[in-house]
């Protein structure tokens, strides 16, 4: 054995890592001992392995996988371009989620004025997307309505989307997006339109309706105060929550974006 190797226990603290850290990178393949005792099975570093463990208990604080932090010590840095976009849509939600709490801090637990509305059938274009759990909601939902605006006719024919989302969130939750169709639109039910969107009756009834004025991202709370509202009457929710989107968000700003989310109140015919 060479001299210059550095037992398992003073390598770690050298590398400011655990032994049972170095183990574990060991069994990996991320960080390999330059020595194994055929007989013993204890494990020897050389000093200047010390650079590569210190690397990878700087990235692992940074919550860089491991997977990753073997791309970067083959590859380089520019293995942690996805994990930095990660990080930027969850400080992006997080924020999201700060602006929401700020709004129920400023103005109490939601409380929205709700009332009842008749909804007539409506003849849409429906397209799925599914949402890796709430916090995808907002994506996939955005991905929905790109592909059933591609069911448009050109000639700029007026945009009516309705957002419907499930009345009880999972690790997996089914997102889809309606687009009204006027007449000028043809297509029977159960006909498909391009990029997936499939022609179908939006089911007419009874709804418990409340308006939101605000950003997308705070309609949860305008939903909670309907449910709330159905809770509190016995009412029973037949889902899913629907939002039709009344403002056009390329024309009016996030603040005054207005949206009204129902939900049915008996069984749609």
């Known amino acids: 054995m060479e001299e210059d190797l550095l037992p398992i226990g003073q390598f770690a603290r050298l590398g400011r890592l655990s032994v049972k850290q170095l183990r574990h990178y060991d069994e990996l393949g991320l960080l390999r001992p330059a020595y194994v005792d055929a007989g013993t099975g204890y494990r020897y570093y050389r000093a200047a392995q010390a650079r590569e463990a210190l690397a990878i208990g700087l990235l692992r604080s940074m919550d860089v996988p491991l997977a990753v932090v073997a791309q970067v010590l083959a590859g380089g840095p520019q293995a942690l371009a996805p994990v930095r976009a990660e990080l930027e849509a969850e400080l992006a939600r997080r924020r999201r989620m700060l602006a929401a709490l700020e709004r129920v801090m400023a103005e109490g637990l939601p409380s929205a004025r709700v009332r009842l509305v008749a909804e007539p059938p409506r003849r849409v274009a429906v397209v799925r997307e599914v949402a890796r759990g709430p916090e995808d909601i907002g994506r996939a939902t955005s991905a929905a309505v790109r592909r059933v605006l591609r069911c448009l006719p050109a000639g700029g024919a007026e945009v009516r989307l309705i957002g419907l989302f499930p009345v009880e969130l999972g690790e997996v939750v089914e997102v889809s997006v309606a687009l009204v169709l006027g007449d000028e639109v043809g297509g029977s ?68 974006l207005t949206t009204d989310v129902m939900v049915a109140m008996e069984e749609e015919q």
């Open 189 to 256: 039910v159960g006909e498909e339109l391009g990029g997936g969107a499939e022609v179908q009756v939006l089911p007419g009834g009874v709804f418990a309706c409340a308006t939101h004025v605000g950003p997308y991202e705070q309609i949860s709370l305008t939903a909670h105060a309907v449910l709330a509202w159905c809770a509190e009457r016995r009412h029973a929710v037949a889902g899913p929550i629907r939002e039709l989107y009344v403002s056009d968000p390329a024309l009016t700003s996030p603040e005054e």
